[in-house]
T-cell receptor, first 115, second 109 residues
Framework: NAGVMQNPRHLVRRRGQEARLRCSPMKGHSHVYWYRQLPEEGLKFMVYLQKENIIDESGMPKERFSAEFPKEGPSILRIQQVVRGDSAAYFC?????????????FGPGTRLTVL | KNEVEQSPQNLTAQEGEFITINCSYSVGISALHWLQQHPGGGIVSLFMLSSGKKKHGRLIATINIQEKHSSLHITASHPRDSAVYICAALGQGAQKLVFGQGTRLTINP
């Protein structure tokens, strides 16, 4: 059973370009979480999704950021018109359900560098 | 004040020493995670616990719900244990994790 997959592992973008980060949850997991780790800072929650639904996006910046988790395919975190401050490691995690006893498993992360 | 506080922020020890990392939280939680992150690396989940104590190899995690405190212990520490250790709280009724700032552990041979 493969773990949580993220791609690309490293992404370089110039200011103003778009970044698309993909997350494939573990098999059988229908809940996906995105977290951001800014340089020299701790991890922060961004968004929580179930298939085709955004459940909690309270940690997502209001502009330029969006997330989806379609019925088929991976979850996508999309950052439009990237700025240098978006440079960070973006981790996704997945769990089989929403109960507290459902552990979240993390992917390897995507390291975004904005030039 | 952060909802989840870890101490110490940095810890350097000699190989073989017993290590303790502490985590205090100020909110009601349904579970607490201990995570490990190597420099430039991914995040590995070590434990998820909501009461009592769990042990895996040389790692032990305890939690005291009344005192809102958890500890991660490493016995017979080894240089390969060098990493950042992060505690993360899952709030009651919520699904998002709230993270401590991490403890950078360095074990010297």
């Amino acid at each position: 059973n493969a773990g949580v997959m993220q791609n690309p592992r490293h992404l370089v973008r110039r200011r103003g370009q778009e970044a698309r980060l993909r997350c494939s949850p573990m098999k059988g997991h229908s809940h996906v979480y995105w977290y951001r780790q800014l340089p020299e800072e701790g991890l922060k929650f961004m968004v929580y999704l179930q298939k085709e639904n955004i459940i909690d996006e309270s940690g997502m910046p209001k502009e330029r950021f969006s997330a989806e988790f379609p019925k088929e395919g991976p979850s996508i975190l999309r950052i439009q018109q990237v700025v240098r401050g978006d440079s960070a490691a973006y981790f996704c995690a997945s769990s089989p359900g929403a109960r507290a006893y459902n552990e979240q498993f993390f992917g390897p992360g995507t390291r975004l560098t904005v030039l | 004040k952060n909802e989840v506080e870890q101490s110490p922020q940095n810890l350097t020890a000699q190989e073989g020493e017993f290590i303790t990392i502490n985590c205090s939280y100020s909110v009601g939680i349904s579970a607490l995670h201990w995570l490990q992150q190597h420099p430039g690396g991914g995040i590995v989940s070590l434990f998820m616990l909501s009461s009592g104590k769990k042990k895996h190899g040389r790692l032990i995690a305890t939690i005291n719900i009344q005192e809102k405190h958890s500890s991660l212990h490493i016995t017979a520490s080894h240089p390969r244990d060098s990493a950042v250790y992060i505690c993360a709280a899952l709030g009651q009724g919520a699904q998002k994790l709230v993270f401590g700032q991490g403890t950078r552990l360095t074990i010297n041979p």
